[in-house]
């Protein structure tokens, strides 16, 4: 008769079922609330008399997003529902006022055939997963894997909000971006799918992940461009301003400038310029660009990393370094993320390092520099001039 179902769902505190009868292949019961000072009628329910379901999940019934606590009205044909309440997919539940007559609220609820197929379901698809994640150990072990993809693929080094779904995806990334890596010597990020799924749409596979899987590539030490990854499906602008050069052109201070990772890739570029300033945000940088006289006797050079240093900004960070720069000073945010972003950046840097901190203060190591930041502070909030930034230089 459903009590268990019926009490995991449906019965509140004090309530109990008191009477059932049928109805129309239905039983009907009525819920009353007992305590020690009271006795009264709460509720209805309408409930399907199987205990055996073998209908098969109603494709309109999807549409009403029912979970066990949910509450809905439906758009149905008095038949239609009626089918569905008899099916067991469905409860009907009519609450009353404190006088137990009068109807307070009347509306549908998740039945017990529904909550059998999402059980089975849940099964199901732990059996996919526990076969998906042999078949992955397989293909580790056949691949024979380097040390350092390996600890990038361990699971307890994953994000842990990823969901299980989300980890194996990144795992079979890794393995198709290594075998990839291993046949061809230059490749583009929708190629990485493409060979992993021979079938029509196969490269858009890891699109939506593309982001957050490169990143934790990079955070786990690989860096995808020394494996031949070219370019990642779409265009990354890197912006600066300074006297910089490359093959193909010449750059120089008194203007924002922009080239790209897939530029990055495939030429070096290098400046004159002896100081190098890493920022976080834009502003920073097209505030910086139109002071060209301070740039001009401080011999600078401005890197924005656009909140996050990819790749591509790594290359060319590590390009400039190569030429005349004889110290580098990094500004962020002084929050969480900025002091990562610091972190990454001041492991770059070869040389004289200056950190900019809260109150235009100055570190001279990133150790230091973390220490004494408490607060989240944004670049911005202490934009300073010409007068501040000529102190640092």
Request: proline residues 2%; contains cysteine.
């Amino acid at each position: 008769m459903h009590e268990a179902f019926i009490q995991s769902y449906f019965l509140k505190k004090d309530e109990t079922i008191e009477k059932v009868e049928q109805q129309e292949q239905l039983f009907v019961m009525t819920i009353v609330r007992k305590t020690a000072r009271t006795f009264r009628k709460v509720a209805h329910l309408k409930i399907t008399m199987k205990t055996e379901f073998t209908s098969p999940f109603p494709k309109k019934l999807a549409i009403y997003k029912f979970t066990p606590n949910a509450k809905r009205t439906l758009h149905e044909t008095n038949d239609t529902i009626q089918q569905w309440l008899q099916q067991g997919w469905i409860v009907r539940e009519i609450r009353y006022h404190t006088d137990g007559i009068s109807v307070k609220e009347d509306y549908y609820r998740i039945g017990p055939a529904y909550i059998e197929a999402q059980h089975k379901s849940e099964q199901q698809q732990m059996i996919k997963q526990q076969q998906q994640m042999q078949a992955l150990q397989q293909k580790v072990e056949q691949l024979a894997l380097p040390e350092l993809f390996q600890r990038a693929i361990e699971w307890n080094v994953l994000p842990a909000q990823w969901t299980m779904k989300k980890r194996m995806k990144y795992i079979e990334f890794c393995l198709a971006f290594y075998a990839l890596s291993l046949q061809k010597e230059l490749f583009d990020f929708k190629e990485i799918g493409a060979t992993l799924h021979d079938t029509i749409g196969g490269s858009k596979v890891f699109d939506q992940e593309r982001e957050a899987f490169l990143a934790q590539l990079e955070q786990s030490g690989i860096d995808p461009t020394l494996y031949g990854l070219v370019s990642i499906g779409k265009i990354v602008p890197i912006y600066f301003t300074g006297n910089v050069q490359n093959s193909v052109a010449t750059y120089a201070i008194g203007a924002v400038h922009a080239t790209t990772d897939n530029a990055v890739l495939t030429s070096s570029f290098t400046t004159t310029n002896t100081t190098l300033w890493l920022v976080e945000n834009r502003a920073i940088l097209t505030r910086m660009a139109v002071e060209t006289e301070f740039l001009r006797y401080t011999n600078s050079c401005i890197v924005c990393l656009d909140g996050q240093i990819r790749s591509a900004h790594k290359q060319f960070i590590e390009q400039l370094l190569q030429s005349s720069i004889k110290q580098t000073i990094i500004w962020t945010d002084t929050d969480s993320a900025g002091i990562t972003i610091a972190k990454y950046a001041a492991a770059l840097v070869k040389g004289t390092v200056k950190i900019v901190g809260r109150d235009y203060e100055l570190y001279h190591s990133i150790e230091s520099y973390a220490a004494q930041v408490q607060e989240a502070h944004e670049q911005e909030q202490q934009l300073g001039g010409v007068e501040q930034w000529s102190k640092w230089v």
